[in-house]
């Protein structure tokens, strides 16, 4: 999927025509990431355990897992300018279960993987991160200076990728920004568990969704086209460290029903269950650095966002009945 904003985007001359390393590339965030590259006419190579099926000749695709030497070779070639690197177990859940493999796939791949791009002269380096790096700071507002205080594996997986991006970049004067996502919604999300997907099922299904708590939670939903449009500044940008991409604007976790109720037109009966140990009251992040310094400005507004998802939900059932 391709948005206004991120076909919008000046490439450097430096970077046009230079290819990319999508590492995860055939996920939920990778797959519309290999689009906005295309529609800017840079050549993609996508490397993810998944296959990822294209009939386009500058999408190079390499099915493997990362961890392994020679897929990595296979997946750099010799001429990627960068790697913009989403592989990564990104459940919170298999993080505490699986912490062991959680830690191989987060941080020794991200290690190997900045590695590879200094010995091959690769300068770019984008890391997917997440706001859980800095943990539970109750309701106060999370800014890019806030102290890294991760709560679980996966976080402190993120944490250390991070580290590992600035010492590269320290050392090596490699171009390194870690982007800390909030909770991404968007089209091509069907396979996934998060709060976003599970209320279209229940639209779809005319069944409910269980609350925790009071549902007075607050979170920061960022559509998947403003994630684009940050991960095509940073890439695109001289700049190094790291950048909160989110939507900038906190809401509750029944106001989030309430516009998929406005969205889909189902009624979407809850059933309020007991909270969660340890989930965080809010998440309200603080987006002003990130347009400083990125020139991030997300576009896309909640509704719309929804709206997305919901048709997405709609084709994808249909193709269901149909095939
Ligand atoms: N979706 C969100 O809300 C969110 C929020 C914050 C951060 N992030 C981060 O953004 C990135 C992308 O997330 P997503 O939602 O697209 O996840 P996803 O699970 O849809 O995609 C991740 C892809 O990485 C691939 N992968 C994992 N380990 C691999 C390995 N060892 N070798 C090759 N491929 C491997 C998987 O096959 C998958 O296709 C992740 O790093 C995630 O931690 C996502």
Redesign the pocket.
């Known amino acids: 999927m391709t948005t206004q904003n991120s076909s919008s985007i000046t490439f450097p001359p430096a970077l046009q025509d230079r290819r990319v390393l999508v590492?995860?590339g055939?996920?939920?965030?990778?797959r519309s990431v290999v689009a906005a590259f295309r529609a800017n006419g840079i050549p993609v190579t996508v490397?993810?355990?998944?296959p990822f099926e294209t009939d386009d000749s500058e999408i190079v695709a390499i099915q493997?897992?990362?961890?392994d030497a020679e897929v990595r070779e296979a997946a750099f070639g010799d001429d990627v300018a960068g790697v913009v690197h989403?592989?990564?177990?990104?459940s919170v859940l298999k993080s505490a279960e699986q912490p062991q493999e959680t830690f191989s796939?987060n941080v020794q791949?991200t290690h190997d993987l900045l590695e590879l791009a200094r010995v091959k002269g690769a300068e770019k380096f984008v890391l997917?991160?997440?706001n859980a790096v800095v943990g539970d700071v109750g309701t106060g507002r999370i800014t890019v200076d806030n102290s890294l205080l991760p709560l679980t594996p996966y976080g402190g997986t993120?944490a250390a990728g991070e580290m590992l991006l600035s010492g590269y970049a320290g050392a090596y004067g490699m171009k390194t920004c870690a982007l800390r996502?909030?909770?991404?919604y968007g089209p091509g999300m069907g396979?996934?568990d998060?709060f976003v997907p599970r209320m279209m099922r229940a639209a779809l299904a005319g069944s409910g969704v269980q609350v925790y708590g009071d549902g007075g939670q607050r979170r920061d939903l960022v559509h998947i086209d403003d994630v684009v449009q940050g991960i095509l500044r940073a890439w695109t940008q001289d700049f190094t460290g790291p950048a909160i991409i989110g939507a900038g604007h906190s809401i509750s976790v029944l106001e989030m029903i309430e516009a998929v109720r406005t969205v889909t037109g189902a009624e979407l009966p809850i059933e309020h269950v007991p909270a969660k140990t340890g989930e965080m009251p809010a998440v309200i992040v603080d987006i002003s650095r990130s347009k400083e310094d990125l020139g991030y400005q997300p576009a896309v507004s909640l509704v719309e966002g929804l709206e997305t998802v919901w048709r997405d939900f709609l084709a994808a059932q249909s193709e269901r009945v149909a095939g």
Not at 47 to 50: E, G, I, N, Q, S
Not at 86 to 90: E, Q, V
Request: net charge positive.
């Open positions: 590492t995860g055939a996920g939920f965030v990778g490397a993810d355990l998944k493997g897992d990362l961890r989403l592989a990564a177990i990104t796939n791949l997917a991160s997440t993120k996502f909030t909770n991404i396979h996934k998060s």
